[in-house]
């Protein structure tokens, strides 16, 4: 009896510890939809139009269709699934153009975008910084190493160049790449930065990674830059993370 009275117990409190899992990924579902409401005020109106919309197609299909009853069901059961996969799909990229949005312009929101960047890349905010706050960030892949620059295009290609050359001396057999963030000719969006860095070429091995990685750790340190402006994106907001076809 007493073993009984132990497993029930602890089935009782695995049961108890699995609700706050829950809880936590509807809380921040809630949390998201709270900050992507604040940019894009008819999102909850566009996600029940698409869902009832998308299920009215094959409830519509399902009746019209000379099939037996089990296969309208069945249709039915399709379409309700195929309603929640495309609010959802709705529902993340309005809710990433929100993120975007309410970081966009703000010291340090490229650093914000490059470190939420998932699998071997790492992300050195601030590497060089002037009193303009305009900063060049570091980004060490297997494409290489990655300057981006975010501020005045004219003064953060100097000091995208000067930091170039600091960099390359530790590391002089590695390709280095320059971004400018912006809006302009020959600049890449915030929006697409990620995207940018995914599409370069991948000519270093893991290992090769790790090591340029530390080299430029080093370096950073001994340079001393400036510290990055605190506060490049709002409270609890999280940025979108690209999808695992592209990591």
Known sequence: MARSSDSTAKSGKAGKAAKPAKTG???QIRQTYQIAKRSDPKLGWILIALFF???AIFVVAALLLPVGTITKVLIIVLGLSTA????????????????????????GAAAAVLSS??????TTPAVAVNKNEDMVHMVIGRPGVILVGEGSPTRVTH??????????RW??????????????EGEVPLTKIQRTLLKMP??????????????????TKANNPLPIPK?????NARMPRPPKSQR
């Open 25 to 27: 990924r509807i809380a």
């Open 53 to 55: 919309g998308t299920l």
């Open 84 to 107: 929640l996969l495309v609010t959802s799909y709705i529902f993340g990229r309005r809710a990433e153009k929100a993120a975007y949005s309410q970081i966009a312009g703000q010291p």
């Open 117 to 122: 960047m998932r699998g071997a890349w790492f």
């Open 159 to 168: 000091l995208m160049r000067n930091q170039h050359k600091k960099l390359e």
């Open 171 to 184: 590391v002089p057999e590695t390709p280095f790449h320059e971004v400018i963030i912006g809006e302009g």
């Open 202 to 219: 991948k000519v270093l091995r893991p290992a090769e990674v790790t090591d340029v990685r530390t080299k430029l750790e080093a370096a």
């Open 231 to 235: 506060g490049p994106m709002p409270k």
